[in-house]
Antibody
């Protein structure tokens, strides 16, 4: 069974950083692109970015490129999202997903991030 | 960025009925469009990719059509489990973009 489990969410103060993890299991992690998507409260889905199998290609949505960094550790079957300079607009549920030629065919349940003082 | 305009944003229907959801792209995206289902407490589910190809496990009452800029998700003979939020997503070019979502509720 394909499983993606996000962790590392929580309450963080404005301007601080936070790193999310996504533990993958049930498939050959290093064979797939992986991505992150977020959903602000009451809003729709926003694509953050994705990373290829060997981390040689990472694509971001332009508005988040300078704040967020996607990485992966294939030995640990784990995807990461490093977020910096967080603001209230970054309050959201953050989902990791497995990508197959860009459509995301498996999703985690999400990690909640709240940016507030 | 490619803007995805999804309509309607809200739809009420009864079990057994058929519904259609529209997704329009601001420029041609060929057939590089996916549809997803969002339900509370469940992981988002890829229903359709390449505009009309059913993902493994998607019931045959779901269908997708369109290419270029205009796409449609149709659900025939609605079942109780189909009441959810649906999103389209283009993956023709970066950044990938989603539609704003359609909430399908029971009438």
């Amino acid at each position: 069974e394909v499983k993606l489990v996000e962790s590392g969410g929580g309450l963080v103060q404005p301007g601080r950083s936070l790193k999310l993890s996504c533990a993958a299991s049930g498939f050959s992690f290093n064979d797939y692109w992986m991505g992150w998507v977020r959903q602000a409260p009451g809003k729709g889905l926003e694509w953050i970015g994705e990373i290829n199998q060997d981390s040689s290609t990472i694509n971001y949505t332009p508005s988040l490129k300078d704040k967020f960094t996607i990485s992966r550790d294939n030995a640990q079957n784990t995807l990461y999202l490093q977020m910096s300079k967080l603001g209230s607009e970054d309050t959201a549920i953050y989902y990791c997903a497995r990508a197959v030629l860009s459509p995301m065919d498996a999703w985690g349940q999400g990690a909640s991030v709240t940016v507030s003082s | 960025d490619v803007q995805m305009t999804q309509s309607p944003s809200y739809l009420a229907a009864s079990p057994g009925e058929s519904v259609s959801i529209s997704c329009k792209a601001s420029k041609s995206i060929s057939n590089n469009l996916a549809w997803y289902q969002e339900k509370p407490g469940k992981a988002n589910k890829l229903l359709i990719h390449s505009g009309s190809t059913l993902q493994s496990g998607t019931p045959s009452r779901f269908s997708g059509s369109g290419s270029g800029t205009d796409f449609t998700l149709t659900i025939r003979s609605l079942e109780s489990e189909d009441f959810a939020v649906y999103y389209c997503q283009q993956y023709n070019e970066y950044p990938l973009t989603f539609g704003s979502g359609t909430k399908l509720e029971i009438k």
